[in-house]
């Protein structure tokens, strides 16, 4: 990784964590990141999605049909949000790995997290015993969230690697 990736990496991330600490994700100073830390972030899939969501947005949602900047509150029972005004729905995980797949949101964040936690080497078949996914679903998962580690330099931490795959995810910086 380059000096300029790294320095916006890095910028990213200390913006993020400013934005997710007035959603009580907690304190993001810790290098380590542990599987207890990781429950807690993350207990279910509503959690991933805010995550992904307040990510991706930072609470400031331009929708196309009122052509502004407006609140959108989370649709029940669905992955979706809408617009306070019109109700446009937008998806936050479209275009990132995790989209139409039927696989929960929570199994990818764990499977990212014994991924980036692991880098020597968690296998497709781990990821199947710990996830409870067959094997077949094990291994296009364990090939996507690869193709998104091998990009990037192995020289980050275990909190960082994992949210830099997601910074990769909604395009902040490039595959
Ligand atoms: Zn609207």
């Known amino acids: 990784m380059n000096q300029q990736k790294e320095f916006t990496l890095t910028r990213i991330v200390q913006k993020r964590n400013r934005n997710l600490n007035g959603i009580g994700v907690g304190n993001m100073k810790t290098a380590r990141y542990t599987i207890k ?28 049909i009122c052509q502004k900047i407006t609140n959108h509150y989370r649709r029940t ?3 979706s949000y809408a617009c306070e005004f019109c109700g446009n729905e937008i998806f936050p995980t479209a275009g990132t790995i995790f989209h139409k797949s ?17 880098r020597c080497g968690i296998s497709a078949k781990q990821l199947e015993r710990e996830l409870g996914v067959t094997y077949k679903t094990a291994w296009r998962m364990f090939k996507q969230i690869r193709s998104l580690m091998d990009e990037k330099s192995g020289k980050m931490n275990g909190r960082i690697e994992f949210e830099a795959i997601l ?8 595959r």
């Open 37 to 64: 830390e990781f429950n807690e972030q993350f207990p279910n899939d509503d959690t991933c999605l805010e995550f992904v969501f307040h990510a991706r947005y930072n609470d400031k949602v331009y929708c196309e």
């Open 77 to 79: 029972g669905r992955k």
């Open 102 to 118: 039927p696989t929960p949101l929570r199994s990818w964040f764990y499977a990212m997290f014994l991924m980036s936690q692991t």
């Open 167 to 174: 910074l990769v995810e909604r395009g902040y910086l490039p």
